[in-house]
């Protein structure tokens, strides 16, 4: 399983957009990615939380615990706007999780912004 | 290059049979209502008050569905009446172009573990802009 930083790319959309009130929803494409917001540092805690919670094996389906954790993490986030900031504490990211290893794989994040 | 809009509100109640005990696929019925309705960008809001009921997405494989309540035995909420809380009452969508941004594999399930039969009900709350506005 792999953690992708998206913060930067939700912060330059959204000063991109000039919206100073409102929300960002955030989906990510797919039935086997999540998004999670974390502070920084507890990334591999949590990777390892998630790997006991949900294992990668004993399962009927061939990759069921990347769905399992895809659905029961969600793949949408909602993040209010205030003053044309991010509601997210300073030490905290918002991650693109891929629970499978992928490779040469483009993974397409829907970006919404409501707001005045 | 950023446009303003005003986003319209629409919202939808469907009704269906159920068991009381099972997983259904909602898909096709939540697409339909976006085609049907002309709604273009925004997000789709699928939201269940049903006691005992969850809406999730997931992928619709059988094989799969039997490890998700597999996982719930697991967690020990199928007894204690508490999977709603755990795989909570909505899924936020965005619609993209006329279509859900769901990807190839991903459904829409409601889930009813309430033990209880009868007339369920799904409340869709569309925002965004439609082609008839």
Known sequence: ?116 | MVTFVCLDVKIYRLTFESPGYTVLDITSHIAEIVHQTGFYKGTAIIYTNEEGCAVIEIEYAPDLLEDLELFLKKLGCIEENLCDVILGRSVVIPVVNGSMFLGRFKNLAFIDISRKAGNKALVMVLEGIFKSS
Do not use: Q
Not at chain 1, 16 to 24: F, Q, R, T, Y
């Open chain 1, 1 to 116: 399983m792999e953690l992708h930083p998206i913060t930067s790319i939700l912060k330059e959309t959204l000063h991109e957009s000039d919206i100073k009130n409102g929300i960002v929803w955030i989906s990510v494409e797919g039935a086997t990615p999540a998004l999670c917001l974390l502070r920084r540092g507890i990334e591999k805690r949590f990777l390892s939380y998630i790997a006991r919670l949900i294992p990668f094996t004993g399962w009927n389906h061939g990759n069921a615990y990347a769905h399992l954790i895809s659905t029961l993490v969600s793949t949408n986030k909602a993040i209010p706007i205030i003053n044309g900031e991010l509601l997210l504490n300073p030490d905290e990211e918002v991650y693109v999780l891929e629970t499978r290893s992928v490779y040469n794989h483009v993974r397409k994040i829907a970006i919404e912004i409501h707001g005045n």
